[in-house]
């Protein structure tokens, strides 16, 4: 899982690694002990819109959300999608680390709501950050996950950023391995070197 390798996500990857001269190839062990939670990887971020660049607005209290702001100039990526009140009337009635489960009966029948309605745990790494981001609610506030978010969750560094639409920023992210977990594997081959 990325989580044991410091990524705030129980994230899944398969990776194959062969050599030509017939190495037998040793993943890596866990690096951590101890796996980040959604809230120590992005609650330093702000539930309002901050235009790139801009300084950022709350301090970073974890040592995960120090390290992802160690080379950064600023916040980027971190503007919030608007939902309609109804939306975020419905997103309101999932709780922490819950689900679509927790709607009523009515709205289960009446909305398309299916496993993706689905709240980050604050005191747990997140689900798997995919390419959507539409269907997956903060843990705190009645909204998607910004693309900065996102990334932290991916183990992007703040000063990694993503251009394109919006929709294209999600897919960048949702579709990368996390770099954390990418180092530790590529760091891990070098010595097969």
Request: aromatic residues 10%; glycine residues 6%; positive net charge.
């Given at each position: 899982?990325?989580?044991?390798?410091?990524?705030?996500?129980?994230?899944?990857?398969?990776?194959?690694?062969?050599?030509?001269?017939?190495?037998?190839?040793?993943?890596?062990?866990?690096?951590?002990?101890?796996?980040?939670?959604?809230?120590?990887?992005?609650?330093?971020?702000?539930?309002?819109?901050?235009?790139?660049?801009?300084?950022y607005p709350l301090s970073g209290s974890?040592?995960?959300?120090?390290?992802?702001?160690?080379?950064?100039?600023?916040?980027?990526?971190?503007?919030?999608?608007?939902?309609?009140?109804?939306?975020k009337e419905i997103i309101a009635l999932?709780?922490?680390?819950?689900?679509?489960?927790?709607?009523?009966?009515?709205?289960?029948?009446?909305?398309?709501?299916?496993?993706?309605?689905?709240?980050?745990?604050?005191?747990?790494?997140?689900?798997?950050?995919?390419?959507?981001?539409?269907?997956?609610?903060?843990?705190?506030?009645?909204?998607?996950?910004?693309?900065?978010?996102?990334?932290?969750?991916?183990?992007?560094?703040?000063?990694?950023?993503?251009?394109?639409?919006?929709?294209?920023?999600?897919?960048?992210?949702g579709n990368a391995v996390p770099p954390?977990?990418?180092?530790?594997?590529?760091?891990?081959?070098?010595?097969?070197?």
């Amino acid at each position: 899982m990325a989580s044991d390798f410091g990524v705030p996500q129980n994230r899944r990857r398969a990776f194959f690694v062969g050599f030509k001269n017939g190495t037998r190839f040793e993943f890596p062990q866990a690096t951590v002990k101890q796996h980040i939670t959604a809230e120590q990887a992005i609650s330093d971020l702000p539930d309002y819109s901050v235009a790139d660049g801009e300084n950022y607005p709350l301090s970073g209290s974890s040592n995960y959300q120090q390290q992802m702001r160690q080379n950064s100039t600023g916040l980027f990526n971190h503007q919030i999608t608007v939902h309609n009140d109804k939306t975020k009337e419905i997103i309101a009635l999932v709780p922490d680390g819950g689900n679509y489960k927790n709607l009523p009966e009515h709205l289960r029948q009446t909305r398309n709501v299916n496993i993706a309605w689905t709240r980050l745990n604050s005191q747990k790494p997140s689900f798997t950050i995919d390419t959507g981001h539409r269907h997956h609610f903060h843990y705190e506030f009645n909204r998607v996950p910004t693309v900065r978010e996102s990334a932290r969750i991916q183990s992007f560094p703040d000063d990694f950023i993503f251009l394109g639409t919006k929709t294209s920023q999600y897919k960048q992210v949702g579709n990368a391995v996390p770099p954390m977990l990418a180092k530790t594997i590529a760091l891990k081959i070098r010595e097969y070197l």
